[in-house]
Nanobody
Framework: QVQLVESGGGLVQPGGSLRLSCVAS?????MGWYRQVPGKERELVAL???????NYADSVKGRFTISRDSAKNTVYLQMNSLRPGDTAVYYC????????WGQGTQVTVSS
């Protein structure tokens, strides 16, 4: 069993930046971030595969950057030019044959 612990969420004004971090308790293959707002399905934000390739939702391309430190079993999400539409609970994702989820961290973009 792998546990994921997220940090870095909070309240930010439109146009601002936040950096999310997620530490896994053990080695994993792919890692990433999803987000969810009430009444909607959880959606992919960004993935970084074990080999280092990345995949982004169209809505965040050019604004968000995902990276990982495999030695620390940690994935990061740098979020720039944040918009009110980015407001959601952000969940860390990891895959090791089975899928693991973090507990979620709230990101609120509002003036």
């Amino acid at each position: 069993q792998v546990q994921l612990v997220e940090s870095g969420g909070g309240l930010v004004q439109p146009g601002g930046s936040l950096r999310l971090s997620c530490v896994a308790s053990g080695s994993v293959y792919d890692m990433g971030w999803y987000r969810q707002v009430p009444g909607k399905e959880r959606e992919l934000v960004a993935l970084i595969l074990y080999g280092g390739s990345t995949n982004y939702a169209d809505s965040v391309k050019g604004r968000f950057t995902i990276s990982r430190d495999s030695a620390k079993n940690t994935v990061y999400l740098q979020m720039n030019s944040l918009r009110p539409g980015d407001t959601a609970v952000y969940y860390c994702y990891a895959q090791l044959g089975i899928i693991f989820w973090g507990q979620g961290t709230q990101v609120t973009v509002s003036s």
